[in-house]
């Protein structure tokens, strides 16, 4: 069975209560001998590692152990016994001994022996300063023989346990020996936390580690591909921590897009190199001779690299990522929101994080929410409520329950209605670093669909962005990329979709670009907020885009000249109502691309209209007669869409739409004059 197995083995073996141990190692040793010297140096490399340790550092010494030293022992995973050539002597380190052996038989704790400067046979069969100890323990003693065979016999079981001896040895590289050890030993202990901090960790770590294939001896790249706040960095980390240490090397690289935008890569490279010994005192002055350096480490190594929310591609050669460039063995990880990058690499198996199940979900809110798998009965139907808002995201579920974790239920109630309207700024900052990382054009199309699209066919979608110039077949297929956007098959239909938590984003992002005046965002979609700018004639040059679905009786006395101001209306679309116009209307923007007027009140367009950008009109169930004046028309038209306008009676001139590609006159029944039908 290779190393991945039985990491994902060790891990699937967790329970879900609270840890049975408070610390990860008890340290026991004689304090004269080794105190201040190899027992320090010991103590700060495990704590270094982030591994608890105990110390009796600050505990009062006497003939017998104490209560808080005996809890100590039996609340430690892993006690290290440092066996110096004083030990023996005394007699509170043989009791010390006596109580660690009992754990492990009772608590089924583990014990390593450390040899530091003596025999390990001395200390098994009590030779040397070991006898002498003894010697003296049994005259002190002479009246409790009983006592003293027992220390003997806890040496002798201690002793004939594999340990460390410091014999021909550096200390430093003793005391890396030891850390590592420890550190694979706690492997299934400390990934615990994993366990409560990503519900449903276990089988992804299963699938990333089937793709890693840990233990074979090629060379194997790994790239974890979400939305910001779907777990990326968590499972990586996971994943990182169970099998680091069946590498050579190992070294995760946090946050790699923000260090290497405010700091540049040679803050990585310094970072990763100042890891190993005689390196530290390597300068680098540039990210081209840092990536050499690296590389030149790396491709004698068996190494285990994980990069972090990587977003160029140039980081992953900064950072010498490149099959050829590795050691046998060696695997790498890397999470992104890009996908490009991965396959612009080339080397990279992907792996798509997914979004939790409504029972993950569920689980996740409630650990933070209630500090438990489960809500009370009481809150039962709230916490669903909140469940199906995050709409699986991990991070939202986190924030949320964090926010209502102690709350009444008003205060839940009024919590729900707020995010319903607008996300925790938490999770909007976490999103909105994708937002950021769009060009213009990017932007523009992520913003259309957020606030008019979703849901809407793939197809459709295109023609509209194409006429606004959009170029949506390389936008839509980056947004894709980046996980802004979804491309679901809906009964043999493409059909775009995105997170709800990045449709809000994206509706905050306009909300924000005039939190007063409606008038100077770019796109509306609400009916009051539509209404408001029609009716007090509030338009000005920044709307591009609005799109009313009121009611189906809507009455609104708009302002004749309402449209005056918005010189960069591109596309105008009122649907499923009916609008009444007692004024009229005296014109469109010249700007306009896109008109589409479902149950168009007036008998033609406005006399004011000359639509030198119009390419789509749409104009189910109008009452027109007559579309346009000629001297009006747009020469870039292509699609004329005027099902089911009964009131119809003529046609435009069609010899003046040279670009006309679709003509839909479905149900028009009154038609008696089509002009230069022929060629059309």
């Known amino acids: 069975m290779d190393a991945s197995s039985n990491a994902a083995r060790s891990y699937s073996s967790l329970n879900s209560k609270i840890p049975p141990w408070k610390y990860h190692v008890f340290l026991s040793f004689r304090g004269d001998d080794t105190r201040k010297g190899f027992t320090a140096h010991l103590h700060a490399a495990l704590q270094q590692r982030g591994i608890m340790t105990f110390i009796d550092d600050e505990l009062q010494r006497g003939d017998v152990i104490s209560i808080q030293l005996i809890r100590a022992i039996e609340d430690s995973l892993i006690s290290l016994v440092i066996f110096s050539q004083n030990y023996a002597y005394s007699s509170w380190c043989l009791d010390e001994l006596q109580k660690i052996l009992e754990s492990t038989r009772s608590l089924n704790r583990e014990v390593i022996p450390v040899f530091y400067n003596v025999d390990p046979s001395d200390v098994r069969h009590q030779k040397g300063a070991f006898a002498d100890a003894f010697q003296k323990h049994s005259e002190r003693f002479h009246d409790d023989e009983e006592k003293v065979q027992r220390w003997r016999d806890s040496l002798r079981e201690v002793a004939n346990i594999s340990g460390h001896h410091s014999k021909d040895q550096l200390e430093t590289k003793l005391i890396e020996e030891i850390v590592r050890v420890v550190w694979t030993k706690l492997q299934p202990h400390m990934s615990y936390c994993y366990k409560t901090e990503f519900v449903g960790v276990e089988s992804r770590i299963e699938e990333a580690n089937a793709i890693l294939k840990i233990g074979l001896n090629d060379v194997r790249f790994l790239g974890i591909w979400g939305m910001g706040g779907i777990g990326k960095t968590s499972l990586a980390r996971a994943i990182y921590e169970i099998n680091c240490n069946h590498f050579d090397l190992h070294y995760f690289f946090t946050n790699v897009r923000d260090v290497c935008t405010k700091e540049g890569p040679v803050s990585l490279q310094r970072k990763f190199l100042s890891r190993y010994g005689k390196l530290k005192s390597i300068d680098i002055d540039d990210a081209y001779e840092g990536m050499k350096i690296m590389r030149n480490i790396l491709c004698t190594q068996k190494v285990l690299l994980v990069l972090d929310d990587v977003s160029e591609i140039s980081q992953l050669k900064d950072l010498a990522v490149k099959l050829a460039w590795l050691g046998t063995g060696s695997r790498v990880i890397v999470t992104t929101r890009d996908r490009h990058v991965l396959i612009a690499q080339g080397e990279f198996e992907i792996y798509e994080a997914k979004l939790l199940n409504h029972k993950q979900s569920l689980q996740l809110f409630c650990q933070w929410a209630f500090k438990s798998d489960k809500p009370t009965e009481e809150y039962l139907d709230l916490s669903r409520s909140v469940v199906k808002h995050a709409a699986g995201l991990p991070l939202t579920l986190k924030v949320l329950g964090s926010q209502l974790c102690g709350t009444n239920i008003v205060e839940w109630k009024d919590t729900l209605e707020k995010i319903k309207k607008v996300p925790p700024g938490d999770v909007i900052n976490i999103l909105r670093v994708s937002y950021e990382a769009l060009d213009d054009m990017e932007k523009q199309i992520f913003l259309d669909i957020a606030c008019f699209f979703k849901g809407m066919h793939k197809d459709e979608v295109m023609q509209i962005l194409e006429i606004c110039d959009f170029h949506p077949t390389i936008g839509i297929k980056r947004l894709v990329e980046k996980c802004m956007l979804v491309i679901e098959n809906h009964h043999g239909h493409d059909i775009v979709g995105m997170h709800d ?146 009131y119809l009676i003529q046609t435009p001139d069609f010899s003046l739409l040279p670009n006309l590609e679709q003509l839909v006159l479905k149900g028009c029944m009154k038609l008696v004059e089509i002009w230069h039908q022929k060629g059309v």
């Open 501 to 646: 938590m990045l449709q809000k984003m994206g509706e905050n992002i306009i909300l924000k670009e005039s939190l007063k005046d409606v008038g100077r965002r770019s796109r509306l979609w609400k009916t009051e907020d539509i209404t408001h700018v029609l009716t007090k004639n509030k338009g000005t040059d920044l709307i591009e885009v609005m799109c009313l679905h009121p009611p189906m009786q809507y009455e609104e006395s708009w302002i004749p000249e309402s449209f005056s101001m918005m010189c960069n209306l591109r596309i105008l679309i009122i649907k499923s109502c009916d609008v009444f116009l007692p004024r009229g209307l005296e014109h469109f923007p010249s700007s306009l691309k896109i008109l589409e007027w479902e149950k168009y009140p007036l008998k033609s367009l406005p006399h004011g209209v000359h639509p030198h950008e119009l390419v789509q009109i749409k104009m189910h169930h109008s009452k027109i007669t007559k579309l346009w004046h000629q001297t009006q028309m747009s020469k870039r038209i292509k699609i004329i869409d005027l099902s089911h306008s009964e």
